[in-house]
């Protein structure tokens, strides 16, 4: 669902001016590699930020301008424009609602829901801050929590923010299925704490919390780098999803 039907509409930031950085360190269980997952959230921006000895990719969402995937080995930057996507958001969510007898806000809420959505993760407490990720019935991740290290408002602020980026199709960056800022989202939906401890059985990484600042976020953390050469892929991801919808309307009809 959430490579099909994306965000229809913004929820309002917090009022207030809030920076959340998250830095997690990264450990290689096949490769014993060591590097550091770092994710900074502002209101008006996200930034996931992989540095390992064979990976050093960036994703950077700008709230309604789009988003920078940021390749440095390459130093190239694959764009994605925000408007095309909330055009075809709203005309598909309109459409939808009136075939299911919905509002758009009832479908919009219902899209939040990782148990409505195949494709996503969904987590489920399993001891004492511990819980297990299950994909297609398969356990993909599992995850440690401390005692909260955010406030009620802190945590609301926090699941809101992770909700708007939505507005553009999610990917993981080959760090693990989902990056961070996408699983911290599904597993925030119905549990409110901040992983701790997060190893993706798949990829075989393992992520510990190391750093957790509230406070500005150097603006270098949302910048693009100069010299590096831009490319829009907004129609080829458009079309992908129109691939994908396609396909599972015709599975749907066998």
Known sequence: MRLLLVWLAMVASSASARSLTLVYQVDNRHTSERGEAVLHISNSAIANHYRLPDMQLSQITRQGEGQYVLIHSHKQIL???????????????????ERMGKSEQQLWKMMLDPSNDPSAATFSQINTQQ??????????????????????????????????????????LGLMADNVDE??????????ALPSRIEDLDSGYVLTLQKHKWGAVEPSAFSLPAGYLKKDITEQTLNLMEYLQNLNEQKSLN
Do not use: C
Not at 183 to 192: S, V
């Open 79 to 97: 764009f994605r424009d925000f408007q095309p996507f909330y055009e075809n958001a709203s005309r598909q969510l309109k459409a939808m609602a």
């Open 131 to 172: 819980y297990q990720g299950v994909r297609d019935e398969v356990v993909v991740y599992r995850v440690q929590t401390e005692q909260s290290r955010l406030s009620a408002s802190e945590l609301d602020w926090l699941k809101t923010r992770l909700e708007q980026q939505m507005q553009i199709p999610q990917s993981g």
């Open 183 to 192: 699983l911290l989202r599904l597993f925030t939906y119905d549990h409110d």
